[in-house]
């Protein structure tokens, strides 16, 4: 095998970071051929929603003669239809005028709390203690992993225009996670002996230093307990240049080389929302790399409509990845926050492209799984729609769940073409409600049938 330490090809030299903000969109939107009035309109989106970008994402993956239909432009670059257009009116107007910056963020601020800035409770819920205190920056959904937000890893190299965690990067102190402790984060874990797996998350975690990173990984290393260390990036797709020529690039997959040393596995949980994310040849570089280590790379990403809301996208993306020698693992449900409705794609329509994606792929990439919704009793599958005893119904389970026994559990739902999210569903087939709570409403059982009457529709 070769080492992770060779160094790179010429055709992977890469260059120094630098990061592109709001102050730089109207110029960087002008290359999309938009006139004044939808630039101003674009900057009043940016007031709301977060914009960060960088040269290689702009020089490297978006076609700028297709903007701005392009995807990856559409992936990075905030739209002005994404907000209602009486916001979107007033902040131009704000902007046009040179208003006060106070006026401006006290009216941004206004609509974000429109957005529903904390889906599935994220800020709220599942926050757990150590000695009676809390420890904000970490989560306890599921019994057998904790999620830790580093403070150094609150940001990434670029922002997702579609990025449930959106709110994590506008400058609203109430609304971050995060946690600079790595000692209490190990002492949480020998604490809860049930505790299995770790996920860095963010933010990308990618974004610090390999020294940084180090320091809130190798502790967990002592930690007999754990089967699993887990990162959550999108450094693969927007700044491949981490794992192969920036000036920490080796210290950092040597990291990655103690973690599977101890005997643990070391998961890379990297998110790739369209194949032309993988086709640079600096991006199978880093993942020849990342892998010569031992680690997993496992993929994932969300159904985003007018980005790879396409079942030839994601077989085409599904297959890159398994040349690669990459793990396909989730496609995602948009999430309800930010402007869900702008990129939201039905779950009967979800499931569709899922299944039509499915089944053009070789059995090596069907180890994905979805449409999955991270909603906040877990992740729930959107299995089919069938009908049963007359009744059009979505066929559901938990992948996992907050109430462990839910996992696995089929539970069906009224057929709705125009549902996006389990909080759109109403229970089917004579249940007065869901196997676990949903909108103050208590558990119950759906009645007895007799499944083996059971049609698949459109299958």
């Known amino acids: 095998m070769t080492s992770v330490h060779d160094a790179a090809p010429a055709a992977s030299a ?131 992993t904790v999620l830790f937000f580093p403070k150094q890893g609150q940001t990434c190299h670029a922002y997702c225009t579609y990025c449930f965690r959106w709110a994590q990067f506008v400058g609203e102190p109430d609304l971050k996670m995060a946690n600079d402790d790595a000692t209490a984060l190990q002492r949480y874990v020998r604490a809860n002996p049930e505790v299995s797996s770790v996920l860095f998350t963010g933010g990308d975690p990618m974004i610090m230093s390999g020294p940084v990173l180090a320091r809130y990984v190798e502790p967990l290393i002592e930690e007999d307990q754990l089967e699993s260390i887990r990162i959550g990036t999108k450094a693969l797709a927007y700044w491949p240049q981490r794992f192969v020529t920036d000036p920490d690039a080796d210290e950092t997959l040597r990291l990655f080389e103690r973690v599977v040393a101890s005997g643990k596995n070391l998961a890379f949980m990297a998110h790739f929302s369209h194949p032309r994310e993988m086709e640079s040849e600096l991006v199978r570089e880093a993942v020849r790399r990342i892998r010569s280590t031992g680690a997993v790379i496992r993929t994932q990403a969300p159904l985003i409509r007018t980005i790879n809301d396409d079942p030839a996208v994601w077989a085409d993306m599904w297959r890159a990845q398994v040349r690669l020698g990459m793990v396909p693992y989730y496609m995602f449900v948009e999430r309800d926050t930010g402007p869900q409705e702008y990129f939201a794609v039905p779950l009967a329509r979800a499931y569709e492209i899922f299944r039509d994606a499915y089944r053009e792929v070789g059995g090596l990439c069907r180890t994905v799984r979805g449409p999955s919704m991270s909603a906040t009793p877990g992740k729930v599958c959107v299995d089919g729609v069938a009908e049963i005893a007359g009744e059009k119904v979505f066929m559901l389970h938990f992948i996992q769940a907050r109430d462990a026994e839910l996992v696995n559990r089929p539970f069906f739902a009224e057929y709705d073409p125009q549902a ?40």
């Open 14 to 144: 890469g260059r120094r970071f630098r990061a592109y903000t709001a102050k730089h969109l109207d110029d960087l939107v002008a290359r999309a051929g938009l006139g004044a009035d939808e630039r101003l309109a674009i900057r009043a989106v940016a007031t709301v929603l977060p914009f960060r970008v960088n040269t290689y994402v702009v020089d490297e993956l978006i076609d700028w003669s297709a903007a701005p239909d392009d995807p990856i432009y559409r992936l990075t670059f905030p739209q002005a239809d994404m907000l209602p257009a009486a916001d979107v009116a007033r902040l131009s107007d704000l902007l046009k005028r040179e208003a006060p910056k106070a006026e401006i963020d006290a009216a941004a601020h206004e609509v974000r709390m429109r957005l529903n800035p904390h889906p599935a409770g994220q800020l709220v819920l599942n926050i757990p203690s150590i000695d009676d205190e809390p420890l904000p920056g970490v989560q306890h959904k599921y019994r057998e």
């Open 420 to 459: 996006t999210w389990l909080f759109d569903l109403k229970p089917a087939l004579g249940a007065t409600s869901f196997p676990f709570e949903i909108g103050g409403t208590s558990p119950s059982i759906t009645p007895d049938l007799d499944l083996s009457a059971t049609e698949p529709i459109g299958s």
